[in-house]
């Protein structure tokens, strides 16, 4: 992706968004293959946080095939995205200190605390990333002897770990300075562009598809929803560290109280004549998947929606007007994937 920009001297007159660049046709591609073949593509335009595209892919074929998926399968699936988040926040941060805030201890910090959170990635579904682990009726493998041990020791190591990124990222004056009135984005303008995610709650819009239209175990966990009014490229970070505690909290809830039983059902490789639309909170926001079923077994419409893409919108609004060195702030604070919205 490029971003074009005309300027006035430093000031930047115009910018426009060129993607394009990285295309891989994965729509046209789903409707040649089975939907259970089409689920480890689906799973790519967002290697950081695939578990969420996967959930999404898998939702609407779930609800035209009319199948319900077990308890214990919801709690799997809710425990996976959920570290998958935390992970991905890290990411970003990690790359937003050390590529556009010249912090490579950042970078380290993020990286490293995350590489615990593949440790348990890989000990649940087999993979670091891209897990292909959701399935038409469940979940691919139960929770593995010793995964509930590891996954609380992770969780205090990273409660302990958190201040020590918060005194040198987020409260670190050189970033305050950068990041703080930099790239504001008022909550009726946030409204107005249809944002989502960090970047729609960084301006105060208290939204999340995990409490307004409930999935998966969410409706029997109990966790709060970060905003922050500013609206500038500091809030949408510090929405992204908060959501990590609460992912936490979400966590230590579903490791405790998930219930005993199967964890898939077993289900026809068909969809139904039918469409449908999917609703999952990714860690950048609302994706959707919306598929057209026509009784075989491949999809005859498959539509992404990713929160990379809806935000991306913002980017032209943000920019008109700023000192052309803000831009890679504002870049980084809506934590766009490219992949994600070239798809």
């Known amino acids: 992706m490029r971003i074009m920009v005309k300027t006035d001297g430093d000031l930047i007159v115009e910018a426009t968004p060129d993607i394009g660049y990285v295309h891989r046709g994965v729509e046209k591609i789903a409707e040649s293959r089975n939907i259970i073949k089409n689920i480890p593509m689906v799973c790519r335009p967002n290697i950081a946080d695939d ?16 199948v319900e998926v077990p308890e214990r399968g919801l709690y799997i699936r809710t425990i996976l995205c959920e570290m998958n988040r935390i992970a991905s926040h890290l990411y970003g941060m990690a790359i937003m200190g050390g ?17 615990l959170l593949l440790d348990l990635h890989e000990m649940l579904t087999g993979a670091r990333m891209t897990f292909s682990f959701s399935v ?15 996954l609380l020791d992770t969780l205090d190591y990273l409660e302990f770990h958190l201040p020590a990124i918060d005194r040198i990222f987020l409260s670190n004056p050189i ?19 249809g944002v989502v995610g960090p970047v729609l709650r960084g301006s105060g819009v208290r939204c999340d598809v995990r409490k307004d239209a409930p999935y998966g175990a969410y409706d029997k966990l109990d966790f709060e929803i970060p905003t922050f009014k500013e609206g500038d490229s500091l809030s949408r970070w510090l929405v992204r560290f908060e959501e990590i505690k609460q992912s936490m909290a979400i966590l230590r809830q579903a490791i405790r109280d998930i219930p ?17 639309i999917s609703r999952i909170e990714s860690a950048r926001g609302e994706i959707n998947h919306y598929i057209i079923g026509d009784g075989s077994d ?31 702030i504002i870049y980084g604070s809506l934590d766009y994937w490219p992949i994600e919205a070239d798809r």
């Not at 578990?51 to 009319?66: F, M, R, T, V």
């Not at 005993?260 to 449908?276: L, Q, T, Y």
């Open 51 to 66: 578990s969420h595209l996967n959930w999404s892919y898998i939702a609407p074929i779930e609800e035209l095939q009319g």
């Open 175 to 193: 970033f305050v300075e950068r990041a703080r009135n930099v790239g504001v984005l008022r909550k009726e303008d946030a409204i107005r562009l």
């Open 260 to 276: 005993k039983g199967p964890i898939a059902r077993k289900v026809p490789i068909v969809i139904p004549r039918g469409e449908a």
């Open 136 to 150: 038409p009726g469940g979940v691919r493998r139960d929770l593995p002897k010793g995964f509930k041990e590891k």
């Open 99 to 115: 590529v556009f805030s010249g912090h490579t201890t950042m970078y380290m910090f993020g990286f490293g605390d995350r590489e």
């Open 298 to 328: 491949k999809p005859y419409r498959v539509k992404m929606n990713t929160g990379s893409f809806k935000n991306l919108l913002a980017l032209p609004f943000l920019l008109k007007g700023v000192h052309i060195g803000d831009l890679p």
